[in-house]
């Protein structure tokens, strides 16, 4: 079993909201990642956990906050975004840090208004 | 610091045909790994297909295979009898041994056609 899974799927928020995705595996992995991708683009990495805790953080604004409440679970929260935000959010799991590939989840497409 | 070339932004293929996508690397590391991943219109991520550096012989996943050159740092995909289901974006992909960071190339899309 390979999956990852993410809520909500679509989301839309005003600029003052706090809103909050969330990612789940049930495969073990130490490792979670979010990424995000704009239309046409590849991902953009945006945070690496290993082993619940913060490994890399790729210089992301203070409006994203990663959570990562237990070894299967993974949250970013949202606040104060901006239109230039709205993306899909994807997450990724991998066995260990050090074991290579990532496996995704279906994505948060995001819309700021 | 890693790079990940993708020279074809499109490609078309008929069905039941065999098509190649290419990519090219360059890394200064010896300990690396490299994917290809697609990204259908529903938009899942979907790990396609993985090399390690250090093995000499191409990966194949049933229809899929690479084509992996180390000293031409070239690592191309070949879909065989290729179906409807397989339009998509593909990604090719890098990682070294000691990062967590997946490099992406910048994408070539897949139509196929009847």
Request: aromatic share 10%; net charge positive; charged share 20%.
């Amino acid at each position: 079993d390979t999956e990852v899974t993410q809520t909500p799927k679509h989301l839309v928020m005003g600029m003052t909201n706090k809103k909050s995705l969330k990612c789940e595996q049930h495969m073990g992995h130490r490792a979670m990642y979010w990424y995000k991708q704009k239309a046409k683009k590849p991902p953009e990495l945006m945070f690496v956990y290993s082993y619940e805790k913060l490994s890399i953080n790729e210089s992301v604004p203070s409006r994203f906050s990663p959570e990562c409440p237990n070894s299967s679970l993974l949250n970013l929260h949202l606040h104060a975004l901006q239109p230039e935000d709205s993306a899909l959010y994807l997450c990724a799991s991998s066995p260990t840090a050090d074991r290579r590939e990532q496996y995704f989840g279906p994505g948060t497409r995001l819309t700021v208004t | 610091a890693q790079t990940v070339t993708q020279s074809q932004p499109e490609m078309s293929v008929q069905e039941a045909e065999t098509v190649t996508l290419s990519c090219t690397y360059d890394t200064s590391e010896s300990d690396y790994y490299l994917f290809w991943y697609k990204q259908p219109p529903s938009r899942q991520m979907i790990l396609v297909i993985r090399q390690e550096a250090y093995k000499q012989q191409n990966a194949t996943e049933n229809r899929f295979s690479v084509n992996f050159q180390k000293a031409a740092k070239s690592f191309s995909l070949k879909i065989s009898d290729s179906q409807l289901g397989d339009a998509a974006m593909y990604f090719c992909a890098s990682v070294t041994g000691t990062a967590s960071k997946l490099t992406f190339g910048t994408g070539t899309r897949l139509q196929v056609t009847l």
